[in-house]
């Protein structure tokens, strides 16, 4: 990273009370819940925040370096923190999205018609598997979270960043689907009340719906049509709040922070997303580039390294110092490749503050881990 780039200062993100939510965004594999984590950790210790940390990854390396058997759609405190005085606390959770959408049936629907809606085999596929589900719960959840109150920082650990951006699109998406032609077709007998879903729906689209009937059977339509008219009082209130957190990602108690590995697919995937956020006009606070290699002797270039251990191996009797300056030339090597493909987000970025966080020994797996992390990366 050039010397003249601006410095990411993480520490003024998670000290800052004006900052509720942070959002680590980026490709698999860049060790983004790793950083999630330690942000949320950092906060605890050392700032004092009482944090939770929400994953919206499936991979369960979270629960495993907060020394936690598992996580859950509640959050669970972290043992073990060291916060003195301070009052800081750090909780984890991971997202359920069934649990979390039978959650938002629950609280805005009578027990009765929850009831029909858990039975309707159209509700049980969506609310587990259904394209889509998983951001517009992620969106519920933050919002839960959000207006509790309970928080001072939430830390948001995404899934990989092209569906980190499905995240962000999931109350336009959901505002289509609402809105569509085919929803509203379903909802317009269903408002009319009196009949039967199914012979309304063939009643009033004949053809329409004999065709629909021949396609996708007529029981399915008929539990598709109950499912559209059950949930149709609630559907509002979820692109209403959806909406709303979509909002507060573009407020100031905001911060998006980019993850990526010195790697051409994942620097490239930060890029996009970064100007995805420019579009969005959500704030950017800066890049996170992770597992670094730097040497400790600038001055000494992979060539000249090379050159040396050439010449100690003619000498002889120094294979130890020969084989030092090798490895050392395989680190620069790397290092001056790295800094390149760094370069293609900091050129087009010139202004997006970074941080490189050094290569780690070993895989992160505990809290001792997780305070390493959170030191380089507030002390590059």
């Not at 085999?121 to 969506?126: D, E, K």
Request: aromatic letters at 6%; a neutral charge; hydrophobic letters at 45%.
């Amino acid at each position: 990273m050039p010397s003249d780039h601006p410095r990411l200062d993480v520490d003024r993100i998670l000290a800052d009370p004006g900052v509720r939510i942070v959002v680590c965004c980026g490709s698999g594999g860049v060790g983004k819940t790793t950083t999630a984590a330690a942000l949320g950790l950092r906060a605890a210790e050392r700032h004092g925040r009482r944090t939770v940390v929400l994953t919206i990854d499936p991979a369960r390396r979270l629960a495993q370096s907060l020394g936690l058997t598992e996580l859950d759609n509640t959050p669970r405190q972290v043992k073990g923190i060291e916060a003195d005085e301070s009052g800081g606390e750090l909780h984890a959770m991971m997202l359920d999205m069934k649990r979390t959408f039978d959650e938002v049936v629950l609280a805005h629907t009578d027990a009765a018609r929850a009831t029909e809606i858990f039975a309707n085999p159209f509700y049980q596929a969506m609310s587990s598997t259904f394209s889509g589900t998983q951001e517009y719960m992620a969106m519920e959840k933050l919002s839960q979270l959000h207006a509790r109150g309970d928080w001072d920082l939430i830390v948001v650990d995404t899934p990989p960043s092209r569906s980190a951006l499905d995240f962000l699109d999931a109350p336009a998406r959901l505002s289509r689907f609402l809105d569509g032609r085919m929803l509203r077709l379903l909802l317009a007998p269903a408002r009319a009340g009196g009949r039967s879903m199914f012979s309304l729906v063939t009643a009033s689209f004949g053809m329409f719906s004999r065709v629909v009937q021949k396609v996708i059977g007529a029981q399915l339509l008929t539990d598709l049509s109950g499912f559209v008219a059950a949930l149709d009082s609630m559907f509002g209130g979820f692109r209403q709040r959806a909406e709303q957190t979509y909002r507060i990602l573009q407020a100031r108690e905001t911060a998006f922070l980019l993850v990526a590995a010195p790697e051409p697919d994942a620097v490239r995937e930060a890029a996009y997303f970064a100007r995805r956020l420019g579009q969005e006009r959500m704030p950017l606070a800066g890049l996170v580039l992770n597992r670094v290699h730097r040497t400790s002797v600038d001055g000494l270039s992979a060539e000249r390294s090379r050159a040396a251990a050439a010449k100690l191996d003619r000498l002889g009797g120094h294979e130890a110092t020969a084989d030092a300056l090798r490895v050392h030339a395989v680190v620069a090597q790397q290092a001056v490749r790295e800094q390149r493909v760094a370069a293609v987000f900091t050129d087009a970025f010139p202004t997006v503050p970074t941080v490189e966080v050094t290569a780690q020994p070993a895989d992160v797996h505990d809290v001792d881990g997780l305070r390493t992390v959170g030191d380089a990366l507030s002390r590059p």
